[in-house]
């Protein structure tokens, strides 16, 4: 706890040295905890309306608008929405076709998101395997070319 006492000590020390006026640092850690966590509450939330979206869409729409946004895909799993969320979302697609549609367009998308039944992310990370397979076999191709 001293360590970052002083660590806090030569903050205020440098900034009053500056003139910056006095600040109480415990408020803005407070503050920037809040705007963290309303910040993460409003990614998870624009991530479960897109899948919402994706899930309304029947399959050809769906893989069309996938396929022009490719890099959708990676924002599902660079900002997850909870497990939780993802498990009450999949359930409220009661539809086997529109959840049939999903792991077929979107295999990449579903394999990243926790709370999705296992047979449904071992489809998305089956796709990611094949996907990466392929790949490997035309760049040998080329190479051998």
Excluded: C
């Amino acid at each position: 706890m001293r360590r970052s006492t002083n660590a806090a000590d030569a903050i205020r020390s440098a900034s009053t040295n500056i003139g910056v006026p006095a600040v109480n640092w415990t408020t803005l850690g407070v503050l920037g905890t809040l705007a963290t966590n309303l910040a993460n509450s409003a990614v998870q939330r624009a991530t479960l309306t897109a899948l919402a979206d994706l899930a309304s869409r029947d399959p050809a729409e769906l893989r069309a608008f996938l396929d022009e946004h490719p890099a959708l895909a990676s924002q599902f799993s660079k900002y997850p929405p909870a497990p939780e969320s993802v498990s009450e979302w999949w359930a409220s697609v009661n539809d086997p076709a529109a959840q049939q549609a999903l792991v077929s367009a979107a295999p990449v998308i579903l394999g990243s998101l926790g709370g999705l039944p296992p047979l449904v992310r071992v489809a998305g990370a089956s796709s990611r395997v094949e996907n990466q397979s392929a790949l490997r076999d035309i760049l040998l191709a080329v190479k051998a070319g």
